[in-house]
């Protein structure tokens, strides 16, 4: 499995933590549709081979970024610590290898 395969499972799992219950409070999303929609159009990207937005993601992993604005009140914070660990481990080895 190559890093950004790895990369595109981590999002699918914050993905599969969101629905409607979600609490998005402090992030810019409205409804949970909306960010579901934009993980799903960027896993299609990468997919692809697109690579554009993963700075976007870097943001997102950071601290106090988007997926752990939504982690922590919805009971999944723990969870986003390895995530986002793990995300940078290959985030880095990406940007060394190109």
Not at 57 to 66: D, E, K, M, R, V
Request: without cysteine.
């Amino acid at each position: 499995m190559t890093y950004i395969q790895v990369i595109i499972e981590i999002i699918k799992n914050v993905n599969s933590r969101i629905d409607e219950q979600t609490n998005l409070i402090w992030t810019k999303y409205d409804r949970a549709s909306d960010i579901k929609s934009e993980l799903e159009t960027d896993i299609k990207d990468f997919e692809n081979g697109n690579l554009e937005k993963l700075e976007k993601y870097s943001l997102y992993f950071g601290p106090t970024g988007t997926f752990q604005e939504i982690s922590i009140p919805n009971g999944w914070g723990e969870d986003f610590i390895l995530m986002a660990n793990q995300f940078d481990e290959l985030y880095e080895k990406i940007k060394a290898s190109t």
